[in-house]
């Protein structure tokens, strides 16, 4: 474990009895001694801290002062609608490749002068220098390691967060604020990767464990490992990159259209222009041979990824794949998500998936498994 | 009571032996949420999976920890696999089973040489 890296919360996370693993390149908690199950209830029930800070935090700042020349200029990159968007608010969106595949999935916001954008930890170096190579004529671009990344996520997020900063309760789903706190800046989004109402916070890593240490200091908020993260996205029908997206699948694959801006789409202002726009275009018009889905195993057996599917109990041509899978603890049965054959791919759809050599029923199901609980 | 490397307890009872996991082992799992329990009447051979348990976390196996016949399974695990979080030395038993060779267990370890293990 030597050349793994340390967030600015390890000693915390110590200190709380972490169970540590790698992830992503860091020393990361999987789980606190209130385990997996407990600390993705408490998410739901109240607010959970999650540390995110192998996360990759860039600014994209135009050298020309003008914002729209850096909106452009990430637009080249992602098939995002960067443009329109206003100060203060934040998109999902991804970087695509040639062949239309996704390099990594990522948050991007408006910050008045600049762009800021969060991508996965395992992707940032790749991500950053790709940036750099194609960007870098007009943008200057920063990586901030100097900063932590933390979330606050659940029904009682706001009532902790106002405690330290009133402001926060006027923010809405996928505004983003800058926050002084304790003589910092706190760059702070209401947004999270949990399907609950929450926030994500960046705080100067000198910072990241006093901020910590005061929101755990209130009754509401548990310390959150991945073990938790994981089962709380899974159900909130949110895509882990490396799983459920990677290289090898295009947004219209993985069922991303709605994050594909008209003005960017056929017909649109600035159609096209991104990498993969002619694999993906022609597939938002033509339509794709196979999509991401929800699956629910009938039985009690959670079903992981990497698990085939098949149409029927004794065919022998796979149809499909889970991705991600596993118990949902909220739902209280297996979930799952995957890639089946368009024709396959209708709500309610009863398919097989081989397990330990048997064939068990799992059924099409919508997603988000558990309602989006957001702040509109 | 006798003790495998791989966290499972054995308790013979005239010619059959209960089989079941550790508290330690349950402990390190946490929270199960799934269990698959072998046939009654499988002949099993030692270090041959024959239970699949999840939590939320991960699946693993137990396997057959001597040669034998499974005779009996604990079905009240399928509908409550946490039982084994809440007592994995007593109700959440796994399974029973008639060794092929009583003597087998004479080779597992005792409770201080499986503590030893685990410290």
């Known amino acids: ?376 | 009571m006798k003790f495998t490397e791989e966290h499972e307890w054995l308790l013979a009872e005239d010619d059959i032996v209960i089989v079941g996991i550790t508290k330690h082992a349950a402990d390190a799992l946490g929270e199960l949420v799934f269990v698959e329990l072998p046939e009654v009447g499988a002949e099993v051979t030692k270090d041959e999976d024959i239970v699949v348990i999840e939590s939320v976390k991960a699946a693993s196996d137990i396997m057959a920890p001597i040669d034998g016949e499974i005779v009996e399974v604990n079905e009240e695990l399928l509908e409550n696999p946490t039982l084994v979080n809440e007592d994995p030395l007593g109700k959440a038993w796994f399974f029973k089973m008639k060794p092929d060779n009583m003597a087998d267990l004479d080779d597992l370890m005792d409770e201080a040489a499986y503590n030893a293990l685990i410290a």
């Not at chain 1, 001694?33 to 607010?47: F, I």
């Not at chain 1, 203060?88 to 991804?94: E, V």
């Not at chain 1, 408006?110 to 940032?124: E, T």
């Open chain 1, 1 to 376: 474990m030597s050349d793994l890296k340390q967030t600015p919360l390890y000693d915390l996370h110590l200190e709380l009895d972490a169970k540590m693993v790698p992830f992503a390149g860091y020393e990361m908690p999987v789980q606190f001694p209130l385990g997996v199950m407990k600390e993705h209830n408490h998410t739901r029930d109240a607010a959970g801290l999650f540390d995110v800070s192998h996360m990759g935090q860039v600014i994209i700042r135009p050298k020309s002062g003008n914002i729209e020349d850096a909106a452009l200029a990430l637009e080249s990159l992602i098939p995002m609608d960067v443009l329109a968007l206003k100060e203060g608010r934040q998109r999902y969106g991804m970087l695509t490749n040639d062949q239309g595949g996704i390099r990594d999935d990522l948050m991007f916001a408006n910050r008045g002068d600049h762009l800021y954008v969060v991508v996965n930890g395992a992707c940032k170096d790749d991500d950053f220098a790709h940036m750099q190579a194609h960007i870098s004529d007009s943008c200057e671009l920063h990586m901030h390691d100097d900063r932590a990344l933390l979330a606050l996520q659940g029904p009682q997020a706001e009532t902790a967060l106002t405690r330290l900063i009133p402001e926060v309760a006027d923010m809405a789903f996928m505004d983003v604020r800058t926050m002084p706190y304790k003589g910092v800046d706190l760059w702070i989004s209401r947004s999270g990767y949990t399907g609950e109402d929450g926030y994500e916070i960046s705080v100067p890593a000198d910072q990241a464990t006093g901020l910590a240490r005061d929101l755990l200091a209130m009754d509401e908020v548990e310390m959150i490992g991945l073990g938790a993260r994981d089962s709380l996205r899974l159900e909130g029908g949110l895509c882990l990159y490396g799983n459920d997206i990677d290289t090898q699948t295009t947004p219209i694959e993985a069922a991303l259209t709605w994050a594909i801006q008209k003005a960017r789409r056929s017909g649109g202002d600035r159609e096209g222009g991104f990498p993969g726009a002619d694999i993906i275009l022609s597939q938002m018009a033509d339509g794709v041979s196979r999509k991401r889905v929800g699956i629910a195993p009938e039985g009690r057996a959670p079903m992981r990824g990497g698990t085939p599917l098949y149409a029927d109990s004794d065919s022998d041509t796979q149809i499909g794949t889970i991705t991600s899978g596993g118990f949902g603890p909220t739902v209280g049965r297996p979930v799952a998500m995957g890639y089946v054959a368009t024709d396959l791919s209708a709500k309610d759809t009863t398919l097989f998936a081989e397990l330990r050599g048997k064939r068990l029923p799992v059924r099409i199901a919508a997603l988000p498994f558990t309602p989006a609980n957001f702040k509109r």
